[in-house]
């Protein structure tokens, strides 16, 4: 499947997947960010439940503590 | 444009800011020089000492609530800047309430899980009002890092994404103020774009 992650396309080998095999798959192993899917704003608690879709425009960020 | 043409503009507007340490205030400060007519400050938090170090506050003002001592310095810059204080933990419940009416809303928080807290609140609650949000602030030097991203029309990002605050990479002025700014003026750039 073919997404667009942070303005950038990039393509998975796999059919379907959640946002956790997202963050597994692409090691975004800080604990605290923001990902957006189609614009929607996905909590921390629904990101094994939330599917992926082919086609989908998904944006990530980190938060960092400081300010 | 000129230049009362444009303070003219941004005399109109109103901008909630969530938080008022270093780049609260800082930013505060700029918005207020720039002319944006009502500042919505909240902060629960008091000056200390260890703040002045980047910090838009002053040696007498330690012990005052951040959100008096920073609207007594705006008005010292700029008199016709309404501000409006709030000493408060903001939270999930008076977020929509303290920023009702503002045109956008600047992040400025400390910690992280604040961070993602105000995010998901603005999101929800308060659909299509742009956040300007820092994340990545720490440390000194490394301009060239520093960027300001669109995730889209409600939410942007101003930072280098990557340094968190700790004791090997404490918060300092000239990094702090760069984003701080870098907030002010995409604050300018999305209100020059309103009606």
């Not at chain 2, 444009?1 to 444009?6: G, H, R, S, W, Y």
């Not at chain 2, 109109?12 to 505060?28: M, P, Q, T």
């Not at chain 2, 400060?29 to 170090?53: H, K, M, P, Q, Y």
Request: net charge negative; hydrophobic share 45%; proline share 3%.
């Amino acid at each position: 499947m073919k997404i667009v992650l942070n303005n950038r396309e990039e393509e998975f080998e796999r059919d379907v997947m959640t946002v956790s095999d997202m963050i597994t798959l692409k090691n975004f192993s800080f604990k605290l960010k923001i990902i957006k899917i189609n614009g929607k704003l996905i909590l921390r608690d629904n990101y094994d439940s939330t599917v992926i879709n082919d086609g989908d425009n998904v944006q990530m960020f980190y938060l960092m503590s400081g300010g | 444009m000129k230049i009362a043409v444009i303070e003219k503009h941004l005399g109109k507007f109103r901008v909630g800011i969530a938080g008022a340490g270093g780049l609260g205030s800082n930013c505060a400060v700029s918005l207020a020089r720039a002319g944006v007519g009502t500042l919505v400050i909240a902060d629960f938090d008091i000056v200390e000492e260890f703040n002045l170090s980047r910090q838009y506050y002053f040696r007498d003002q330690t012990g005052l609530p951040k959100v008096l001592a920073l609207r007594e310095n705006i008005n010292r810059i700029n008199k016709a800047i309404t501000v409006l204080t709030y000493q408060v933990k903001l939270d999930t419940s008076n977020i929509p309430e303290i920023f009702k009416g503002c045109h956008l809303i600047i992040e400025a928080f400390d910690s992280a899980e604040m961070k993602e807290m105000l995010i998901g609140t603005v999101q929800e609650k308060m659909p299509g009002i742009p956040l300007i949000v820092g994340s990545g602030l720490a440390g000194w030097g490394k301009n060239e890092d520093i960027k300001c991203r669109k995730i889209d029309d409600s939410l942007y990002i101003c930072g280098d994404e990557t340094l968190e605050t700790t004791e090997e990479f404490p918060p300092m002025a000239p990094r702090v103020g760069i984003i701080a700014a870098m907030q002010a003026n995409l604050a300018v750039e999305l209100i020059m774009k309103m009606e």
